[in-house]
């Protein structure tokens, strides 16, 4: 297994998917091999795995707070994804602030807000198609942070996804589970945050910056699981813990981060972003299906509206274009 994981690893290094900043976790882009837009059936079907992958990711989520506290769950998420990960892809290629700072907003925060909300009742479809507000915070933050001015396209976006997430909020209203779609609401903030430093940051290897920012929130989480949970409560999950729970943690840390980000990386090195960044729109369609189908969660005409209009809006945001940043003399991309 650990072979199988260097091959993906280092199959993906080099990449660097800038486009991906806009619908999911973002990296610099990578100038795609020769062949235009079209891609084969064989590359058509990898990203519509990653982003079954990533959709069906809600679901494994939704039954692993069945076994652990959200941010233990969260902790142990982390040191998957980083240990042995860590041992094989090499010395991180920015600074440490930047690791530093993308673990905190990205590891503790989203994720500790998304688990978190999800755990409050949140359900897991739902979760799946409002997290990708995110795209409309990054391009708030982009705009506030680093100078990119949207075009109307985007504007237009922006409003689009805000009716989606009005709907989906009065959807959800009624079934008493607010205070989780507000946490989902949050998780989605800090994810636009995390994408306008790694913006910042540009490491010039996607996946290896995303193995060693993963080291970063193991500390931090176990310390609030223990403060906020208890360690009664931790220890009686980890003595507890049996293939399904162990099941769950492997997903979550190997087959989203390692062979998503793999997969996504080699994609996005042979293709114009143009052509592999949509598939991520699928992302909410996978995990509401997979929801439905998996937990049993119902899905009414009101959440379908509000998925129509939230996956318009994203894409006019993601792909509507921005205007340049003006850049002082000073300002770098580091």
């Given at each position: 297994?650990?072979?199988?994981?260097?091959?993906?690893?280092?199959?993906?290094?080099?990449t660097a998917p800038r486009a991906l900043l806009r619908s999911t976790p973002a990296a610099p882009a990578a100038a795609p091999a020769p062949g235009g837009g079209r891609m084969p059936l064989s590359h058509v079907a990898l990203a519509a795995a990653v982003a079954a992958v990533w959709g069906v990711n809600f679901v494994v989520i939704e039954i692993g707070l069945d076994h652990f506290p959200p941010l233990l769950f969260s902790a142990l998420r982390f040191l998957a994804a980083a240990v042995p990960a860590v041992f094989l892809v090499g010395r991180p290629t920015v600074g440490?602030?930047?690791?530093v700072g993308v673990g905190l907003v990205l590891g503790v925060a989203k994720f500790g807000l998304l688990f978190t909300g999800m755990d409050q009742g949140a359900p897991a479809g739902l979760s799946?198609?409002?997290?990708?507000?995110?795209?409309v915070f990054t391009a708030l933050f982009a705009f506030a942070a680093l100078g990119e001015r949207p075009g109307p396209a985007r504007w237009a976006g922006m409003a689009?996804?805000?009716g989606g997430i009005g709907l989906a909020a009065y959807d959800e209203g009624g079934s008493g589970t607010f205070t989780g779609f507000l946490l989902v609401i949050a998780a989605a903030a800090c994810w636009g945050v995390s994408n306008v430093l790694t913006r910042r940051a540009a490491p010039p290897d996607a996946l290896g910056f995303m193995v060693w920012v993963s080291t970063v929130p193991v500390l931090p989480l176990l310390g609030l699981s223990l403060l906020l949970e208890g360690p009664e409560r931790d220890l009686e999950a980890l003595r507890s813990l049996d293939w399904t729970g162990?099941?769950?943690?492997?997903?979550?840390?190997?087959v989203t981060t390692v062979f998503g980000f793999g997969a996504?990386?080699?994609?996005?090195?042979?293709?114009?972003?143009?052509?592999?960044?949509?598939?991520?729109?699928?992302?909410?369609?996978?995990?509401?299906?997979?929801?439905?189908l998996l937990l049993g969660e119902g899905v009414g005409p009101l959440r379908w509206c509000a998925a129509a209009l939230l996956v318009g809006g994203v894409a006019l945001t993601s792909f509507g274009g921005a205007r340049p940043a003006r850049r002082s003399p000073g300002d770098s991309p580091q």
């Open positions: 297994m650990l072979g199988a994981m260097r091959s993906v690893l280092l199959r993906a290094r080099g440490w602030r930047w690791i799946s198609l409002v997290l990708q507000v995110q795209a689009v996804a805000a162990a099941g769950v943690v492997v997903y979550v840390a190997w996504w990386g080699f994609l996005m090195r042979h293709h114009p972003a143009s052509s592999v960044a949509p598939f991520s729109l699928l992302v909410p369609v996978f995990g509401m299906s997979s929801a439905a």
